[in-house]
């Protein structure tokens, strides 16, 4: 068997694909599951900006979105120095992408947050939790040295739709 093959037999079942063993036996064939197809998805209203990454990656059920800052989506400018203003704007802009996707806050499982000073845990809390009354999704916050354009916060997130 070949070591490719060998792999692939041992991702598939992560995938949640199942295998149809083939007449010669060294062939493995899936179900449509394990090739879902990659959707890319945009932030409605922005620029295109030139950059290698997308907005956000949509395969199946699941949702992946990339960090965004609290920038005006036209301007590309920051809202405000303001961490509150930013976070705002970060989780609304993560709102409009998700729902260009087809999906709604609800559907949020993770977030990260990344933060310039860990001191502004509280005001940003306070921001997040306004977008998250109820059954929050598991997240991560920490601080870093820097982040693009002075920003002060950066949220990105993990969304799936319940079949």
Request: net charge positive; with cysteine.
């Amino acid at each position: 068997m070949h070591r490719f093959t060998k792999s692939l037999l041992i991702l598939l079942p992560v995938l949640g694909a199942s295998l149809i063993p083939s007449a010669h036996g060294s062939q493995v064939q899936t179900t449509a599951a394990a090739l879902a197809t990659k959707e890319i998805i945009t932030m409605p209203g922005a620029k295109t900006t030139g950059l290698p990454f997308s907005s956000a990656v949509k395969v199946g059920n699941m949702m992946f979105v990339s960090g965004v800052i609290g920038t005006d989506v036209k301007t590309n400018k920051l809202v405000s120095d303001d961490v509150a203003d930013q976070t705002k704007v970060c989780l609304e802009k993560l709102k409009s992408i998700i729902a260009e996707g087809g999906m709604y806050l609800a559907d949020v499982v993770n977030c990260t947050v990344y933060l310039t000073d860990i001191n502004d845990y509280d005001v940003m809390n306070k921001v997040y939790g306004t977008y998250f009354p109820a059954d929050p999704p598991a997240r991560a916050c920490v601080q870093v040295a820097k982040l693009v354009r002075g920003a002060k916060v950066e949220i990105s997130l993990i969304a799936t739709k319940a079949k």
